[in-house]
T-cell receptor, first 114, second 112 residues
């Protein structure tokens, strides 16, 4: 069974640009969550999607957005990038929403903003 | 805002020593999970505890959920170099779907 796949693995952007990150969940998993990981703040919840609907959102500005497609694949977008957006962005999938079952994480997309 | 305070942040020990990592909060969680993350990889689930007072053992690792479901601990017996990694506790707030609140993590280094 293939794991959670995130692309790209690494990317470098400059301030003011925008970025789109992609996540393909484990086959059969319908819930996808996104987390931002930084040395200072640890892992922070961005949002959760289930059946193409955002079910939960963390305390991030509106520059952070996401969506989920009918095949459960998800994308997140960050607009007007700031230096502080440099982080590892982790996607996790699980079978269903409604309760915190085991999250299966991808390897992450490491974003550097210059 | 729900927070999970994890301690210690860094731990460097010799092979064979025992250690305990703590995770504390003023909030109640419906469940608490422990993950381990290695460099360049995403976190991998070690255990989920659900019932207050629950104790789970996974080989040399013992996990405990506090009676009030606000705190948890991870105890490793006779640590080995292969235990090196970042250990993360994560609490599930009640009624918030799949959202997890993560602790800051404990960076464990076990020297041979």
């Amino acid at each position: 069974k293939a794991g959670v796949t995130q692309t790209p693995r690494y990317l470098i952007k400059t301030r003011g640009q925008q970025v789109t990150l992609s996540c393909s969940p484990i086959s059969g998993h319908r819930s996808v969550s996104w987390y931002q990981q930084t040395p200072g703040q640890g892992l922070q919840f961005l949002f959760e999607y289930f059946s193409e609907t955002q079910r939960n959102k963390g305390n991030f500005p509106g520059r952070f957005s996401g969506r989920q497609f009918s095949n459960s694949r998800s994308e997140m977008n960050v607009s007007t990038l700031e230096l502080g957006d440099s982080a590892l962005y982790l996607c996790a999938s699980t079978l269903r929403t409604g309760s915190a079952g085991e999250l299966f994480f991808g390897e992450g997309s490491r974003l550097t903003v210059l | 805002t729900q927070l999970l305070e994890q301690s210690p942040q860094f731990l460097s020990i010799q092979e064979g020593e025992n250690l305990t990592v703590y995770c504390n909060s003023s909030s109640v969680f419906s469940s608490l999970q422990w993950y381990r993350q290695e460099p360049g990889e995403g976190p991998v689930l070690l255990v989920t505890v659900v019932t207050g007072g629950e104790v789970k053992k996974l080989k040399r690792l013992t996990f405990q959920f506090g009676d009030a479901r606000k705190d948890s601990s991870l105890h490793i017996t006779a640590a080995q170099p292969g235990d090196t990694g970042l250990y993360l506790c994560a609490g599930a707030p009640a009624g918030q779907g799949g959202k997890l609140i993560f602790g800051q993590g404990t960076e464990l280094s076990v020297k041979p």
